[in-house]
């Protein structure tokens, strides 16, 4: 952080212990998804055989011979002048059978920086690893000295030639032009999800964009949950939840991504392979997520918000300084709750260690992983999809993850509102063949003796006529985990759906709440679901075609059949 600080790059936050601000190259804010690409030799393993492929709707594939021409075209000389860093790392505990290593590359000190916090890094690493095979990540900031044209806010990087790329027959993530978190923390997304599911489909298991939460009910009894939200839909929030309801204590062992296998006795178990939180920070506030507000501001990297000039910082969504502070926004503006741009941006971010959680689970780090009972599916849908309901079975679970549709979000370059389909919330993560990846997830019910996790879909984001939320979410979103563990218990509280298994409503635990519109928040309307399941067959059918699985094409016509007959 020193060398940040002599070069412009970063600066540090007095009113904190330890904690810094950067701001990038407005050009630089988010991931990349359209320069992201998988490079195998046969194109069919990424790209699905759809009869009318959807620009930016699955991954992009690449040829290794136009991938290798492309890295010759950045790479020579790439570097010159800067500092080289070489971080062995690892995703997962250290030691840990479902733990994996990999060793990056970079010139960037704020990659470097980032590292040290998401992942475990270091010797240990290095003797743990000893002469086994690890994945080989190398990143360039695309900027060689001296730069042509001095860097917007000393941030360099090179957009125009950004690109990011994954070998995963070969164990290589190689990244250009980026230094963003996504696009160049390269243990993050690149290879605990992309690199991640291809050896999870090859290896037995599962890397997954899940948070995974430990939840104690008034009776002591303990049970654990993972959740799959696109990006900023609110998995941290979920996963660092402060319960309204009394005597139900959450606890944290991952915000973001999942890594999880059947152990031998069957059961399902969970590591997060990561080592901190890179959270969204608008949005994160004493009201929605005071869990994160009392983990933030030690030992951590914040990109993109504003600062004030007491020292510390600011993001819509915490509490407003004293009128007295002046707030200077993300692109060095003064900034007034009048202003009409933002004081930060909506993807800016938090950099903070996972083991400054004052919830953090016990047994985060236990090599064997946690114990999954439920798995849940959800992001935004405004209307006609209820706050929660249950699969029928794990083939109609599977279908459900399958079809997640979410509104899109400011952690990729997409814009606007519009409703994008987002499967298992892995839409810009998988590693692979969509296709195989809905079959491998089916794959795990032929196995007598795997203990199945029900599978449950929520949405915190539905709105009334008025345009306004209908759920009040957060800490509240503890009564549809209340159900969800009566439920996980084999209770009988729930009736049949067009959708799934929806609660009954004296089963559900409404004490204190007042207007919840009961009905509305459980409405299946006939319109929006037949446009619905058009939507849903037409996307797989133009994007997955021969390759989705029967079961998956079954599901889809039971849906239909079912809204014909409602």
Known sequence: MGIMEAQGLAHPLPKYENCWLV?????????????TYISTRNQHDVVPKGTNPHKGALPNWMSPKQLDQELTDRFPRTMEGRTMYVIPFSMGPVGS????????????????ASMRIMTRIGTEV?????DDDFVRCLHSVGQPLPMAKPAVNNWPCNPAETIITHRPETNEIISYGSGYGGNSILGKKCLALRLGSYMARKEGWLAEHMLILGITNPQGVKRYIAAAFPSACGKTNLAMMTPELPGYKVECVGDDIAWMRFDENGQLRAINPENGFFGVAPGTGTKTNPVAMQTVFKNSVFTNVAYTNDGGVYWEGMDKPNANVKITSWMGKSWTPE?????????????SPASQCPILDPAWEDPKGVPID????????????PLVYEAFDWNHGVFMGASMRS???????FKGKMVMHDPFAMRPFVGYNIGQYFNHWLSFAANPNHKLPRMFHVNWFRKDAQGKFMWPGFGDNVRVLDWILKRVDG????TKSLVGYVPTKESFNLNGLSNI???GLFHTPKDFWTKEVTEIRKYFDDNIGSDLPSAINNEVTKLEQRIKNQ
């Open 23 to 35: 701001n990038t190259d407005p050009a630089d804010v988010a991931r990349v998804e359209s320069r």
């Open 339 to 351: 202003s009409s741009e933002p004081a930060a941006h909506p993807n800016s971010r938090f950099c």
């Open 517 to 519: 519109n009961w009905d």
């Open 97 to 112: 059978r479902l733990s994996k290593i990999g060793v990056q590359l970079t010139d960037s000190p704020y990659v470097a």
């Open 491 to 494: 209770e009988n509280v729930a």
């Open 374 to 385: 439920a798995i849940l599916f959800g992001g935004r849908r405004p209307e006609g999809v």
């Open 407 to 413: 509104e899109a979000t400011a952690a990729a370059e």
């Open 126 to 130: 290095l003797h743990a690893l000893g």
